[in-house]
Nanobody
Framework: QVQLVESGGGLVQAGDSLRLSCAVS???????LGWFRQAPGKEREFVAA????????RYTDSVKGRFTVSRVNLKNTGYVQMNSLKPDDTAVYYC?????????????????WGQGTQVTVSS
């Protein structure tokens, strides 16, 4: 059973940056990673994803140019660097993983989920 642990969330002001980390319990190189977020009263939505080797990434339109997803498989860790944060980015952010070599972007694509980390952006 793969376990994922997110960290790096917090309370920041609009325009600030945060880097979220996702620690994968084993053999991260086997898994494509995805980042999702869920705001109160809303459905969980796709944010960014990266293939297991890191060769391909994908972003939702609202974060393109501001967020960068990456990974270091030797450290079994994935990251999302979030710059120019906006109040609309406020949500619980989740890391997800699944075996396979593609870029996965749907909630239903993923097998394993972390517990989430809160990101709050004040105006």
């Amino acid at each position: 059973q793969v376990q994922l642990v997110e960290s790096g969330g917090g309370l920041v002001q609009a325009g600030d940056s945060l880097r979220l980390s996702c620690a994968v319990s084993e053999r991260a190189f086997n898994y494509g990673l995805g980042w999702f977020r869920q705001a109160p009263g809303k459905e969980r939505e796709f944010v960014a994803a990266i293939t297991r080797g890191g060769s391909a990434t994908r972003y939702t339109d609202s974060v393109k140019g501001r967020f960068t997803v990456s990974r270091v498989n030797l450290k079994n860790t994935g990251y999302v660097q979030m710059n120019s944060l906006k109040p609309d980015d406020t949500a619980v952010y989740y890391c997800a993983a699944r075996a396979g070599g593609l870029v996965y972007t749907s909630v239903g694509d993923f097998t394993y989920w972390g517990q989430g980390t809160q990101v709050t952006v004040s105006s």
